[in-house]
């Protein structure tokens, strides 16, 4: 691998531009739909319209995977861009506004919307919350699935020192086909790949593709949590999945909710608990702000442990409160509670 010149962002993301509709609701709601609890489900746009209608007075709040833990990164000083498609409708100028004016840079150009298949408006996901915290997500990708080859800005992913990959977005044609292409751009760059395996069922479509990258040294960060590391490795046991990607891998960090975290790296394995909370609120966007936390310590260099206690900050802050980006200053929060 080249040596890289000195980066210009932290961190560069591409993932999905969407708009998160958040809700609470009963027990009964999620039968009477026909939800998978406690998953991720894509639907179409009819679908969207149905569950939208179906859900209880809802809060917007710009969301996506990557674009989450590009918030997070950014409340906590980091330099981050952002590649991902919207439309040109209201939905894309609100995601737009909302990831600059988090100090995100964020310039891929917007798609037309029209009647076509091909032109659909700007993504969003339903999210419907039971009283346990439990977030149960229903995803119309919409735009973001179009994202092409052509629309990535290569001089910008090869000046961040880390390409940030979400899974999710593995799953459309065309957006693989642009990060396919953006790893061989960082790679070149000498940067670093970090990816996250976003959901079990993207693993089940796509583990394959995955497995294939970890085995050939592509994947430099790897973020899954307890079902993930099991789908992608076969293994129930946890212990015995770190054990069949941990030697893959230069930094392996697993997820447990209320178990805390384990990662390990060059050989070295670290474990934290998970930070209490009061009251567990809403979950969404918990995986994605440990990533933002754990990333914030290790472009700094930071001890192991101490990237994922930053990580665990980090998820306890969100799980506290509606939504999937931080609320607190992060900054003075890390101060406090590292």
């Not at 007075?57 to 000083?77: I, K, Q, V």
């Not at 990060?179 to 993207?202: C, Y």
């Not at 206690?309 to 200053?329: L, Q, T």
Request: with cysteine; charged share 25%; aromatic share 6%.
């Amino acid at each position: 691998m080249p040596e890289a010149n000195p980066p210009r962002y932290d961190v560069i993301a591409i993932g999905n531009a969407v708009v998160d509709v958040i809700a609470s609701c009963t027990e009964e709601l999620i039968d009477e739909l026909q939800l998978n609890r406690g998953g991720m489900t894509l639907i179409d746009e009819a679908r969207a319209e149905e569950l939208y209608e179906a859900m209880p007075p809802a809060r917007e709040l710009s969301g996506g995977s990557a674009a989450n833990t590009l918030a997070g990164l950014a409340t906590l000083g980091l330099q981050c861009a952002f590649i991902g498609q919207v439309a040109e409708d209201q939905l894309g100028k609100v995601f737009r506004h909302d990831m600059r004016a988090t100090g995100i840079d964020f310039d891929t150009p917007a798609r037309p919307t029209s009647d076509k298949e091909s032109e659909p408006a700007t993504g969003r996901v339903l999210i419907f919350v039971t009283p346990d915290g439990e977030r149960t997500m229903n995803t119309f990708l919409g735009a973001g699935q179009f994202l092409p080859a052509a629309a990535l800005d290569e001089e910008l992913i090869a000046s961040a020192a880390i390409l940030y990959l979400e899974g999710y977005l593995w799953d459309p044609e065309e957006p693989r086909r642009a990060m396919r292409r953006a790893i061989e751009v960082a790679r070149d760059a000498g940067r670093k790949i970090a990816f996250t395996a976003s959901e079990s069922f993207v693993i089940a479509r796509h583990g394959d593709d995955f497995r294939s990258m970890i085995e050939d040294g592509i994947i430099d960060i790897l973020f899954v949590n307890e079902s993930e590391l099991a789908t992608l490795t076969g293994e129930d046991d946890f212990e015995a999945g770190l054990a069949a990607v941990a030697g893959k891998v230069p930094v392996l960090v697993a997820t447990r909710s209320e178990k805390g975290a384990v990662a390990i790296a060059h050989g070295e394995r670290a474990e934290v608990a998970a930070v209490p909370v009061i009251k567990v609120v809403d979950t969404t966007g918990a995986g994605d702000q440990f990533a933002a936390g754990f990333l914030s310590g290790y472009v700094k260099g930071e001890p192991l442990t101490r990237c994922l206690k930053r990580g665990a900050i980090c998820a306890s802050e969100v799980i506290a409160h509606y939504g999937p980006r931080p609320e607190a200053d992060m900054i003075a929060l890390m101060d406090e509670r590292l």
